[in-house]
């Protein structure tokens, strides 16, 4: 272990910083030049304690990491698109980053960023799960649909009645957010697509422990709405089995 103190004894060098188990490499120098946050600080005054294998560790998400580092090193967050803002967020947040000027660019980008991950799955619900259901209770004479939105974690027994039970974290976890429940119901009634949420409290029926909250969506349509939404996904079906038989043909010739 190595505990240096004071700025002349590490200007100029090199350090290496272990997070979660990947090794950076960068200047003291380049880490000094916001003392402000949390690494700048460590290494600008007080003292700085390393390893035996002369290291600073941090347990902290590695994949997220070189946003801090290239921060340090530009003075810019750049966030890639296959990385969760919020998780960033939190990152930053622990690194004790705040960037004054650019403390409001900042987080427009990450809500924007967000937001559009929200839409993406909100999409997604709606074309992949909800209509596909509207579609088979249509077949039966009716035009409403009730769903509960439950996390996977927890078992259905002793549990309150509810309705048709969807079991899946991501969705629930979507639909906590009472931003995204109102942005479905908008984008449903961009389809004529009724909509109303309930939430209910999940408790265990033998202890009356609190759960979890349940969010119910009741979903109402007329029957010419999914007739238009098969004949949209005949014609979508007749388009690929065109192109199938086009490539077929193509091959065969």
Same mark, same amino acid.
């Given at each position: 272990?190595?505990?240096? @103190? ?24 380049? *880490?000094?030049? %916001? ?10 005054? +007080? ?8 290291? @600073? ?5 590695? /994949? ?7 921060? @340090?090193? /530009? ?48 999409? #997604? ?10 579609? #088979? ?7 409403? %649909? ?14 309150? !009645? *509810?309705?048709?039970?969807?079991? !899946?974290?991501?969705? @629930? ?6 931003? !995204? ?18 939430? =209910? ?33 005949? =014609? ?5 089995? =065109? ?5 077929? +043909?193509?091959?065969?010739?």
């Amino acid at each position: 272990m190595e505990v240096t @103190y004071g700025n002349s004894d590490m200007r100029g060098k090199r350090v290496i910083l272990n997070v979660g188990g990947k090794r950076f490499e960068t200047l003291i120098d380049t *880490l000094r030049k %916001y003392p402000e946050t949390m690494l700048g600080a460590m290494f600008s005054s +007080g003292f700085a304690v390393s390893d035996d294998h002369g290291e @600073y560790f941090f347990d902290r998400d590695p /994949h997220i990491f070189p946003i801090i580092l290239n921060f @340090y090193r /530009h003075g810019k967050i750049l966030i890639p698109n296959n990385l969760n803002p919020e998780l960033v967020r939190e990152e930053l947040d622990f690194f004790g980053i705040n960037i004054d000027d650019n403390a409001e660019k900042l987080g427009e980008e990450l809500k924007r960023d967000a937001d559009s991950i929200a839409q993406k799955k909100l999409v #997604t619900f709606v074309e992949d799960y909800l209509m596909p259901k509207m579609k #088979t209770v249509a077949h039966t004479g009716h035009y409403s %649909y009730e769903i509960g939105l439950v996390p996977e974690k927890h078992s259905m027994n002793n549990m309150t !009645n *509810l309705p048709n039970l969807q079991k !899946n974290t991501d969705y @629930y976890e979507l639909f906590s957010e009472k931003e !995204n429940r109102r942005r479905l119901t908008k984008m449903l009634k961009k389809l004529h697509i009724g909509s109303q949420w309930d939430r =209910s409290e999940q408790v265990n029926i033998t202890t009356k422990e609190f759960l979890f909250e349940c969010f119910k969506l009741t979903v109402w349509w007329h029957e010419e709405i999914v007739a238009k939404m098969e004949t949209q996904s005949s =014609s979508s079906s007749s388009s690929s089995v =065109s192109q199938q038989k086009i490539v077929g +043909g193509s091959a065969s010739n």
